[in-house]
Nanobody, 123 residues
């Protein structure tokens, strides 16, 4: 079975940092792109960033450019989302999801989703 599992969420003050992890099982990151999405209370889920099998990254949320980066450690089949200078508006449930081959901003293309991890930014 194909799965992804997120971890690393928590509560942090504005300006703080968190690193989220997305561990894939049943498939390899050589064949799938991994995207991060988030859903804030009362809002629709939105794309944040994606990394493809070639380790190229694509930003889907302009608000995180310069603050969030994505990387992967193939040996552990894990993708990381490093979030710096966090702001209250980053508060959301963060999901990782997998899509074959290439990144896309279209959520419907992602067939493998995790359960999400909560990130809360508050003073």
């Amino acid at each position: 079975q194909l799965h992804v599992v997120e971890s690393g969420g928590g509560s942090v003050q504005p300006g703080g940092s968190l690193r989220l992890s997305c561990v894939a099982s049943g498939f390899t990151l050589d064949d799938y792109a991994i995207g991060w999405f988030r859903q804030a209370p009362g809002k629709e889920r939105e794309g944040v960033i994606c990394i493809d099998p070639s380790a190229d990254s694509f930003y889907y949320a302009d608000s995180v450019k310069g603050r969030f980066t994505i990387s992967k450690y193939k040996a552990a089949n894990t993708v990381y989302l490093q979030m710096n200078n966090l702001k209250p508006e980053d508060t959301a449930i963060y999901y990782c999801a997998a899509v074959p081959s290439a990144c896309t901003r279209w959520q419907i293309s992602y067939g493998i989703w995790g359960q999400g991890t909560q990130v809360t930014v508050s003073s």
